[in-house]
Antibody
Framework: QVQLQESGPGLLKPSETLSLSCTVS????????WSWIRQPPGKGLEWIGY???????NSNPSLRSRVTMSVDTSKNQFSLRLSSVTAADTAVYFC???????????WGQGTLVTVSS | EIVMTQSPATLSVSPGERATLSCRAS??????LAWYQQKPGQAPRLLIY???TRATGIPARFSGSGSGTEFTLTISSLQSEDFAVYYC??????????FGGGTKVEIK
């Protein structure tokens, strides 16, 4: 059974860079594509981007200029960096397996990142 | 970008009753639609993919239908554990992959 777990700092100041990792257990990270999705408090879901173990990535055009994703196959882990954060980036960040270029399943439990001075 | 619109925003239903949730796409997405359930403090859980195929372990009271631009999620007889927020997501045209704004199913 595949499980995902996000980790990273929960509090950032404006203009800093958000860095999160997602550790995958129960399956090889080389088997699928993986995604990041976020949810501002009390709001809906926004897709951030995906990464493949080969290093192939794509991201939401609305965030593309600030997003960097990477994968570490030795740790079975993938990561997200979002630069120049503002209060609008405050959200719960989820990692998820992206199945066959389609739906997301399963999801990590999510981690809240707050941007505040 | 394909915009997904869900209605209603909130649906008040009594336990045991039927709930019908709608999701509309701004352009045709064939049957490239998934539904998720999210409970407070939890991650979304996949319910339906391909507009009508239940994910593994999802009870038969959940059913999905539709194609093109109009989709429906039906919960045939609401159980206490079904009160949650439901999201639709399209995967026909990306980037970006997009979600609807959600429908909250609350106890009447």
């Amino acid at each position: 059974q595949v499980q995902l777990q996000e980790s990273g700092p929960g509090l950032l100041k404006p203009s800093e860079t958000l860095s999160l990792s997602c550790t995958v257990s129960g399956d090889s990270i080389s088997s699928f594509y993986w995604s990041w999705i976020r949810q501002p408090p009390g709001k809906g879901l926004e897709w951030i981007g995906y990464i493949h173990y080969s290093g192939s990535t794509n991201s939401n055009p609305s965030l593309r200029s600030r997003v960097t994703m990477s994968v570490d196959t030795s740790k079975n882990q993938f990561s997200l960096r979002l630069s120049s954060v503002t209060a609008a980036d405050t959200a719960v960040y989820f990692c998820a397996r992206w199945v066959l270029y389609n739906w997301f399943d399963p999801w990590g439990q999510g981690t809240l990142v707050t941007v505040s001075s | 970008e394909i915009v997904m619109t869900q209605s209603p925003a909130t649906l008040s239903v009594s336990p045991g009753e039927r709930a019908t949730l709608s999701c509309r796409a701004s352009q045709s997405i064939s049957n490239s639609l998934a539904w998720y359930q999210q409970k407070p403090g939890q991650a979304p859980r996949l319910l339906i993919y391909g507009a009508s195929t239940r994910a593994t372990g999802i009870p038969a009271r959940f059913s999905g239908s539709g194609s093109g631009t109009e989709f429906t999620l039906t919960i045939s007889s609401l159980q206490s554990e079904d009160f949650a927020v439901y999201y639709c997501q399209q995967y026909n045209n990306w980037p970006p992959l997009t979600f609807g704004g959600g429908t909250k199913v609350e106890i009447k």
